[in-house]
């Protein structure tokens, strides 16, 4: 139970990410990365060697007491993952600053079909035949919406599959703290996009509206969320993370549309219907099992 209401929360939380990133619009997506990294890598710091640090201990010394081979294949690992974070983070903020929300909230509803596809590929996961089905159906969707608008659906499929190969590789990481493991991964990130910082960075920001949500940005949707989804993937399989995950887009695509007042044209509705479809018929188990739930309970 812990973990399934870890997932519902963090993707609760990524539901809404797209108000404190269009409130810093007129700065740039890669300004916002910057910061976003630089303010992440403080405060999680801060919170493991204040509160964590019996945690950090005893991962340093799994590390310690691991072979020479392992300790370059977690190595690797962490690299690879941080390198589909950092890119899933920076196309995001792009996507909704310049494309439009639309295309963020469309791609966390892909993402899941991404992910129980590739756990199937890369992984070994059990897909059935229905499930299957509901990966073809997914593509019609992708396809649908690539002849209205293929811009919009090639940055939802790109956010989509950096996100899910994230979340394969966090599975393939077991043996870590989750977050310690998010802590090393930020440190990395921090490490590869200096150069680029010092290279080309615009003047520091001094609003504070700037700094206020950079902060909001840093605790409240990346580390937060993303801790809660890293300790939901220990007992929730890649290719099983279920409806929960479609808690981002719904609150997504309302923020979009009631908030922020984007159109939705027929072509757009067609596509999301039969998406909608696919989710349904790929969750058609767990449905199934709450609906039986239910009626036992009554």
């Not at 890293?230 to 923020?255: D, E, H, K, Q």
Request: proline share 3%; hydrophobic share 55%; with cysteine.
């Amino acid at each position: 139970m812990r973990y399934f209401l870890a997932g519902f929360l963090s993707f609760a939380i990524w539901g809404m990410f797209s108000i404190p990133l269009r409130n810093l619009k007129a700065y740039p997506s890669q300004e916002i990365l910057y910061y976003r990294i630089f303010v992440s890598l403080v405060c999680i710091w801060l919170a493991i060697l204040l509160f964590r640090r019996k945690e950090l201990r005893c991962d340093v010394d799994f590390l310690a007491s691991s072979t020479a081979s392992e300790r370059i294949r977690i190595g690797l690992q962490i690299l690879v993952s941080t390198l589909l974070l950092t890119g899933n983070w920076y196309t995001y903020i792009y996507a909704v600053n310049h494309v439009s929300l639309q295309s963020g909230a469309f791609a966390y509803m892909v993402c899941p079909l991404i992910t129980a596809f590739g756990g199937f590929i890369l992984l070994n996961e059990q897909l059935s035949r229905l499930k299957l089905i509901s990966l073809g159906i997914a593509l019609l969707s992708v396809i649908l919406l690539g002849t209205g608008s293929l811009i919009e659906v090639l940055w939802s499929v790109v956010i989509a599959t950096l996100y899910a190969l994230y979340l394969i590789m966090q599975r393939k990481m077991q043996h870590l703290d989750k977050l310690n493991l998010l802590a090393f991964q930020i440190v990395l990130a921090a490490i590869l996009i200096l150069p680029f910082y010092l290279s080309k960075h615009n003047a520091v920001p001094i609003e504070p509206w700037f700094w206020g949500n950079i902060i909001i940005v840093a605790v409240v949707f990346t580390i937060v969320p993303l801790f809660l989804s890293l300790y939901a993937l220990i007992g929730i399989p890649s290719s099983s993370l279920g409806i929960i995950i479609y808690i981002n887009p719904i609150i997504a695509f309302a923020v979009a549309i009631l908030y922020f007042g984007e159109h939705l044209d027929s072509g757009k509705m067609i596509a999301y219907a039969f998406l909608a479809v696919s989710v349904i018929v790929f969750n058609w188990g767990m449905l199934k099992d709450i609906l039986t739930f239910k009626r036992k309970i009554s």
